[in-house]
């Protein structure tokens, strides 16, 4: 073996530089390729020492081979052991003694070992292989001789075998390494895999063939037509010629041919390259942009005295993106099409929990289909070029596309690249290999040059680089902070606070990170011209992504700040089936060090791409409407930059206490961008009731490619009329009796039992038929959630600090510290002063009724914040059936509830949960006006002044607490009842950090209180 996988900045031997001409097709149409996707022999080698010897001659038969399926990687299949880390590098890769830096050890490193055979009818054309994905690295021999030698994992690498092959069978022997020095590079927060893991294709080239070209366009006419540029390369592979002719078709999406042009009497000497341009004036153009996807495609072929030689097909589409700077109190803009654009974004791994980096292209689309469906219009492809079938797809739905070289050092990003000039040659080669494969992609607006790892000259070099193949596209890097390298000024999860700052352009400190821990002071004048990103925010770790209302106020209010990508878009596990049960796991379950633990898990999708409930609020934020209502009459603004919404319907539902009562579906009013248009109602459409509301939601008129007629892709609920949250007040007519172990009260067919030393009410009978199983007390702990454990902070002291647990162990001492009944002829109240820690004063007060019901009162002053505060209870097994009156369906928060609707719901205890891959609080509903659980023969609780909080769900606290993965939860026969006047907000905006606003805390030092009603039916 050539060990260059030990050898520093050896990172391509005889690899082709790509280019963006894509794959030949012959005069049929047909592509001129050969898959070799499909069943290999392959021996997996723990140690690179257990490389068989000249595996690769084509006289060894590889007996001892197995086989695996190309593309894969190992570890989802079995061998050795999936590693996952964010910042840390494996241990493998050297990283903490600098001055060793780069070096793989190789005790510790692994390799896979691949053969295939191949057979060829002729070799009458130029043969080359394309590998478009290998991690790590690999060593390519063909028929026992060496080809060559590759690095950079997310780019394809591609070689001429044509000397190497003949007629007949054929031998490909590849050598994968898990580690190589170019792995100091790719450092990304993900699964640290190995194999071949994208397509292995063999092409047939001619040998003068098309090699690469460039299209773009020049818009022009307010929009209305378009110059149609391109730079074409032709490539002899041997022999020469005098009368070469280049003809481009140009077809609309309907196959129209709209231009054919010809480039006659161009020259190529043997071996050698010539270019060529074209440039013609196209009238009456379709655009193409994410709302509007019109695709074009060109043709280009080539002919040798009249001869046919070579085809290539791309896709075309007439855009322009541009920075319009800051002028006269206006921007600076993003401008698509002459339009302001605000990136509604997700970061994008290209992962899937049962095929790892080697996910299928049905799956890469239904990803697009989920984004289009779910509003999102813009993906960074975190943090590596993807395939192309990628951007073939996102060209057809409308995807907005931030492409984002290879390169992360996160755990010595204040080492390398820096400004070291071999660095910054590998950084380089990378670059352009992603910008010469994917440069003719439409969906393509901006280019990054890597991720979180650091700043020196390397990254101009990488500016350089692209400038010298494109100059029509925005050039993206977070923690550029001179404003001369990225043309946009970016950061990863800017606190809100600081979103006011950079849209008035005020001073501002800015990238803190590991290699600039106390960021940078940025004066007004440094950042005025740069739109602002945010390439990551919103952080959205299990039970997360509060405050995402907050931020799009802020979006849309400012010019300057131009939208962002969240992170990130489903959860990264690797999924496991034992005994029929699926296993999700994570960092540390294969038994990896070093690991991050759940730490990927950031999903608003979880890993099989079902919905976490932060995605309706994405979906709701990114909505492109905004929609009011002012007497009888629904007012919209339109966000939309090039649809009318005319080309959408309305649907009206009105509700009455909760219930829909009445429906309207009328055609959309025209309303261009950036317009207001209104709807005016029937008169006799609103009706009285307690609580009046309307939802007004925006639908599709037809089915399109990813949503069928009638979707919803904005909707607003208006409250007409607000309850006053009035209940009737209920004569007492109540007894009790009382001995030294507890109280116990009469009321109406019901009977109360409260335990003397603790305070709880240990049992709630109505007719002789118990509903409790576990007492009625006061709570002030939920299970926790990521953002409220931390789990980035490795220091217990730190945590405990930072009130980690607080609640947990106090909730252990609360017990009654005084007992106090109220009886007299028409009320009869048991008041409780509680004692526990962190707890200044807490008192409940039970008012009997003689209806069945008793109010509940709480009244709580903390010492330190609140997780919630209410009380808890556990009913028996027979009682199931949820109806409710709240936000809903879905679980909702304080700081996340945009999305939910105000309505009655009805269903059992699993519809209105929602298991997280790690467990932690969930399925909580705001703004509840009553609840009834267990329909005639259960309990109903009712709001008294104002709304309360709830959540119902067949798991225990403890059971939520203690399990570390979904498949250890087992739902228990008991409903776990929490009735809150208030729970926290869950936070989000910096990754494990709740990070709450005021608003969605529950302050120390103030009186907290609230009442409820509750009916034994």
Same mark, same amino acid.
């Given at each position: 073996?050539?060990?260059f996988w030990?050898?520093p900045?050896?990172y ?5 530089e790509r ?10 149409f047909n ?22 010897d ?7 038969n590889?007996?001892?081979f197995?086989?695996?399926i190309?593309?894969s990687e ?16 494996p241990?493998?890769i ?8 780069p ?15 191949f ?11 394309n590998f478009a994905g290998?991690n ?7 028929n026992?001789s060496?080809?060559?030698?590759s ?5 394809e690498q ?5 000397d ?7 031998k ?9 020095t170019?792995?100091?590079?790719e ?6 895999l190995?194999g071949?893991f994208?397509d ?13 070209c460039?299209?773009?366009?020049n818009?022009?006419?307010d929009?209305k ?6 730079d ?8 020469g ?6 003809r481009l078709?140009l077809f ?7 231009i ?7 020259k190529?000497?043997?071996?050698y390259?010539t270019?060529? %341009?074209?440039?013609k004036n196209?009238q009456?153009i379709?655009?193409w ?5 019109n695709?074009?495609?060109i043709?280009?072929?080539l002919?040798d005295?009249q001869n ?10 007439f855009?322009e993106?541009?920075?319009i700077?800051?002028d006269?109190g ?20 290209d992962f899937?929990p049962?095929y ?7 799956i890469i689309?239904?990803?697009i289909i ?7 219009s813009a993906?960074r492809?975190?943090?590596y ?13 409308g995807?907005?596309v931030?492409s984002?070289?290879n390169?992360?050092?996160h755990?010595?990003?204040f080492l390398?690249p820096?400004?070291s ?6 950084c ?8 010469n494969?994917?440069k003719n992609h439409p969906?393509?607006?901006?280019w990054?040059? @890597?991720n ?10 990488m500016k ?7 100059t ?12 001369k390298?990225s043309?946009?000024?970016?950061e990863?999860?800017?606190?809100l606070?600081?979103?006011?700052k950079? @849209?008035?352009?005020k001073?501002?400190?800015?990238c803190?990170?590991l ?15 740069l739109p602002?990103?945010?390439c990551?925010?919103a952080h959205?770790?299990?039970?997360s ?14 010019d300057?700040l131009?939208g ?6 489903a ?5 496991v089936?034992?005994?029929g049960?699926?296993?999700w796991r ?6 990896d060090?070093?690991?991050d633990s759940?730490f990927a898990?950031n999903?608003?999708?979880r ?7 932060a ?6 934020q ?6 009011a ?14 649809t009318?919404?005319?080309?959408f319907?309305?649907?009206i539902d009105l509700l009455?206490? @909760? ?5 309207l ?9 950036f317009?207001?248009?209104e709807i005016?109602?029937?008169l006799?459409?609103i009706k009285d ?6 939802i007004?939601?925006?639908i ?6 990813y ?10 609920q208006?409250i007409?009329?607000k309850?006053?949250?009035k209940l009737p007040e209920?004569?007492s ?8 172990i507890?109280?116990?009260i009469?009321?109406g067919?019901c009977?109360?039992i ?10 709630l ?6 509903k409790?199983k576990d ?8 299970a926790t959630?990521d953002?409220?454990r931390?789990?980035?902070v490795p220091?217990p002291l ?5 009130g980690?647990?607080k609640?947990?162990?106090?909730m ?15 009320k ?6 509680w004692?526990?820690?962190h707890?200044?004063s ?10 069945n019901s008793?109010?509940?009162e ?6 330190s ?6 009380f ?5 097994e027979q009682i199931? @059936? ?6 809903g ?5 304080c700081?996340?509830?945009?999305a939910?609707?105000?309505k ?12 997280y891959?790690?467990p932690q ?5 705001t ?13 109903k ?8 909080e709830?959540t119902i769900?067949?798991y225990t ?10 498949h250890e939860?087992k739902t228990?026969?008991n409903l %776990?009842?929490y009735?809150?006047?208030k729970?926290?907000g ?18 120390p030092?103030q ?6 009603r509750?009916?034994?039916l």
């Amino acid at each position: 073996m050539k060990e260059f996988w030990a050898k520093p900045h050896i990172y391509n031997v005889n690899s082709i530089e790509r280019y963006g001409s894509g794959f030949p097709y012959d005069i049929d149409f047909n592509q001129k390729v050969i898959s070799l996707n499909g069943t290999w022999h392959f021996k997996f080698c723990p140690s690179i020492k257990d490389i068989p010897d000249k595996f690769y001659l084509l006289e060894d038969n590889n007996i001892d081979f197995g086989e695996i399926i190309v593309p894969s990687e190992w570890q989802i299949l079995g061998y050795d052991t999936p590693i996952y880390t964010n910042i840390r590098y494996p241990y493998a890769i050297e990283s903490s003694n600098f001055f060793n830096i780069p070096r793989i050890k190789a005790d510790k490193n692994s390799a896979g070992c691949y053969v295939k055979e191949f057979f060829l009818e002729n070799i009458s054309s130029e043969i080359f292989i394309n590998f478009a994905g290998v991690n790590s690295s690999a060593e390519i021999y063909v028929n026992g001789s060496f080809v060559g030698y590759s690095e950079d994992t997310f780019d394809e690498q591609e070689y001429r075998i044509t000397d190497y092959v003949r007629t007949g069978k054929n031998k490909i022997a590849v050598v994968v390494y898990r580690y190589c020095t170019g792995s100091y590079l790719e450092d990304q927060d993900m699964w640290r895999l190995s194999g071949i893991f994208r397509d292995v294709t063999i092409i047939f080239k001619p040998k003068i063939e098309i090699f690469d070209c460039f299209f773009y366009s020049n818009l022009i006419n307010d929009y209305k037509d378009s110059e149609l540029l391109g730079d074409i390369v032709i490539k002899s592979h041997g022999t020469g010629s005098d009368s070469l002719q280049v003809r481009l078709i140009l077809f609309d999406n309907e196959g129209n041919e709209i231009i054919k042009e010809d480039i006659n009497d161009l020259k190529i000497e043997d071996n050698y390259e010539t270019n060529c %341009s074209f440039r013609k004036n196209i009238q009456n153009i379709k655009l193409w942009s994410h709302e509007v996807p019109n695709l074009y495609n060109i043709v280009l072929e080539l002919y040798d005295n009249q001869n046919f030689l070579d085809r290539r097909i791309l896709n075309f589409g007439f855009r322009e993106i541009k920075i319009i700077p800051y002028d006269k109190g206006k921007g600076p803009y993003i401008y698509l099409n002459g339009k302001a654009l605000k990136f509604c974004g997700v970061n994008r791994h290209d992962f899937h929990p049962e095929y790892g980096h080697a996910v299928p292209i049905d799956i890469i689309e239904r990803d697009i289909i989920l984004c289009k469906a779910n509003n999102i219009s813009a993906i960074r492809t975190s943090h590596y070029p993807n395939p192309r079938a990628f951007y073939d797809l996102c060209d057809k739905y409308g995807i907005l596309v931030m492409s984002e070289n290879n390169l992360e050092t996160h755990g010595l990003a204040f080492l390398l690249p820096r400004n070291s000039v071999k660095w910054s040659d590998e950084c380089c080669y990378r670059i352009r290999n992603m910008v010469n494969t994917h440069k003719n992609h439409p969906c393509i607006v901006s280019w990054s040059l @890597g991720n979180e790892s650091g700043f020196g000259k390397s990254f101009f070099d990488m500016k350089n680089e692209i400038l010298k193949i494109d100059t029509t596209r925005f050039i993206h890097y977070e923690p550029d902070t001179t404003g001369k390298c990225s043309d946009v000024l970016s950061e990863m999860y800017s606190k809100l606070e600081k979103m006011p700052k950079i @849209g008035e352009n005020k001073p501002i400190t800015h990238c803190v990170s590991l290699w600039n821990p106390f960021g940078t002071k940025l004066k007004p004048e440094q950042y005025i011209n740069l739109p602002f990103i945010q390439c990551e925010y919103a952080h959205s770790m299990g039970n997360s992504l509060g405050n995402f209302e907050d931020y799009w106020d802020q979006f849309k209010k400012y010019d300057r700040l131009a939208g962002g990508f969240i992170w990130d878009f489903a959860d990264q596990s690797i999924k496991v089936v034992n005994n029929g049960i699926a296993e999700w796991r994570y960092g540390g379950d294969f038994g990896d060090k070093p690991n991050d633990s759940n730490f990927a898990f950031n999903g608003i999708f979880r890993a099989d791409r079902s919905p976490n409930p932060a995605l309706y609020e994405v979906k709701k934020q990114y909505q492109q409407v905004d929609i009011a209502y002012s007497y009888y009459k629904v007012v919209f603004y339109n966000r939309f930059l090039f649809t009318d919404l005319n080309t959408f319907d309305c649907k009206i539902d009105l509700l009455i206490d @909760g219930k829909v009562t009445d429906k309207l579906l009328l055609p959309m009013p025209s309303i261009q961008p950036f317009t207001m248009g209104e709807i005016e109602l029937p008169l006799d459409f609103i009706k009285d009731g307690d609580e009046v509301s309307i939802i007004v939601s925006i639908i599709t008129k037809n089915d399109n490619k990813y949503s069928l007629k009638g979707h919803s892709i904005a909707y607003e609920q208006i409250i007409v009329k607000k309850s006053d949250f009035k209940l009737p007040e209920i004569s007492s007519n109540c007894s009790y009796s009382e001995n030294d172990i507890e109280i116990v009260i009469a009321f109406g067919e019901c009977k109360c039992i409260i335990d003397k030393k603790t305070g709880y009410i240990l049992s709630l009978s109505i007719c002789g038929i118990e509903k409790l199983k576990d007492p009625l007390k006061p709570n002030f702990v939920r299970a926790t959630i990521d953002n409220d454990r931390l789990p980035q902070v490795p220091v217990p002291l730190v945590k405990w600090i930072m009130g980690v647990g607080k609640f947990k162990k106090a909730m252990k001492k609360l017990k009654a510290k005084k007992i106090n009944i109220f009886s007299s002829d028409d009320k009869l109240s048991v008041a409780i002063d509680w004692r526990i820690p962190h707890i200044r004063s807490l008192r409940t007060l039970y008012s009997f009724n003689s209806n069945n019901s008793f109010d509940i009162e709480m009244s709580v002053v903390s010492s330190s914040e609140l997780e919630r505060y209410g009380f808890t209870f556990s009913l028996r097994e027979q009682i199931d @059936g949820i109806t409710f009156y709240g936000k809903g369906p879905f679980e909702n928060y304080c700081d996340r509830c945009s999305a939910a609707l105000l309505k009655i719901y009805k269903g059992i205890s699993e519809d209105f949960l929602h298991d997280y891959l790690y467990p932690q609080e969930n399925g909580g509903h705001t703004e509840v006006r009553w609840v009834e659980i267990g329909g005639s023969n259960g309990i109903k609780i009712d709001a008294k002044d104002k709304p309360f909080e709830m959540t119902i769900h067949p798991y225990t606290y403890d059971m939520l607490e203690n399990a570390t993965h979904l498949h250890e939860l087992k739902t228990t026969d008991n409903l %776990s009842v929490y009735i809150d006047g208030k729970q926290r907000g869950v936070g989000g905006d910096v990754p494990a950090l709740a990070s709450l606003k005021p608003a969605y805390k529950i302050l120390p030092h103030q009186v907290h209180s609230f009442k409820v009603r509750l009916t034994l039916l």
